[in-house]
């Protein structure tokens, strides 16, 4: 099948992998031959804004996709939304994917309209998902936290919700730390 565009790219820290993230992913499957996908953070763990490593995380995603994404991480460097976070990651996805993306995909949010103002971005479509799902990341967190099962499943893959126990215990060790370099 002929698609739109060669590579997409996501970034994302998948702090825990929920129903508008599939809804990105599935998106760049949709019109990318190849989708690459970034987890972001993925230098910090056990934080209470991070508690997933970077395997876990990619862990989830595997489970979800198998081989129909490419994966792998990408550390916060600490500079917040802009041109030269827009810059690093292009850098990332040239050194994991081979090439550089023609597309970047993501939910519309306000911060993200800068990354992509530098001479290689200006190049590259973009395609905001709409939030239809009333969830997020700190949502499924607390759920996870409380012990909610029923209602963080509502939100979640069936291929990771048997990670229910195991995803809790690491957001319930990470509670507290609020110490975080991530932006």
């Given at each position: 099948?002929?698609?739109?565009?060669?590579?997409?790219?996501?970034?994302?820290?998948?702090?825990?992998?929920?129903?508008?993230?599939?809804?990105?992913?599935?998106?760049?499957?949709?019109?990318?031959?190849?989708?690459?996908?970034?987890?972001?953070?993925a230098n910090e763990s056990g934080t209470n804004k991070?508690?997933?490593?970077?395997?876990?995380?990619?862990?989830?995603?595997r489970l979800v996709y198998g081989d129909r994404i490419e994966i792998a991480p990408?550390?916060?460097?600490?500079?917040?939304?802009?041109?030269?976070?827009?810059?690093?990651?292009?850098?990332?996805?040239?050194?994991?994917?081979?090439?550089?993306?023609?597309?970047?995909?993501?939910?519309?949010?306000?911060?993200?309209?800068?990354?992509?103002?530098?001479?290689?971005?200006?190049?590259?479509?973009?395609?905001?998902?709409?939030?239809?799902?009333?969830?997020?990341?700190?949502?499924?967190?607390?759920?996870?936290?409380?012990?909610?099962?029923?209602?963080?499943?509502?939100?979640?893959?069936?291929?990771?919700?048997?990670?229910?126990?195991?995803?809790?215990?690491?957001?319930?060790?990470?509670?507290?730390?609020?110490?975080?370099?991530?932006?």
């Amino acid at each position: 099948m002929n698609k739109p565009y060669s590579l997409g790219v996501i970034v994302g820290r998948f702090q825990l992998f929920h129903a508008g993230h599939r809804m990105m992913i599935d998106t760049a499957l949709s019109v990318c031959e190849r989708v690459g996908v970034l987890v972001g953070s993925a230098n910090e763990s056990g934080t209470n804004k991070n508690p997933f490593s970077y395997e876990t995380r990619r862990d989830m995603l595997r489970l979800v996709y198998g081989d129909r994404i490419e994966i792998a991480p990408l550390d916060d460097i600490g500079v917040g939304n802009c041109a030269a976070w827009g810059e690093y990651v292009l850098d990332n996805a040239e050194k994991y994917f081979g090439a550089l993306p023609d597309v970047a995909v993501s939910g519309k949010e306000a911060r993200r309209v800068s990354w992509l103002e530098g001479e290689r971005g200006e190049k590259i479509a973009e395609i905001y998902v709409p939030k239809t799902v009333e969830i997020s990341a700190s949502r499924m967190r607390e759920l996870l936290a409380r012990g909610e099962r029923e209602e963080w499943e509502k939100y979640t893959d069936p291929a990771i919700r048997d990670m229910f126990d195991a995803l809790r215990a690491e957001v319930v060790s990470s509670e507290g730390n609020l110490e975080t370099g991530s932006i």
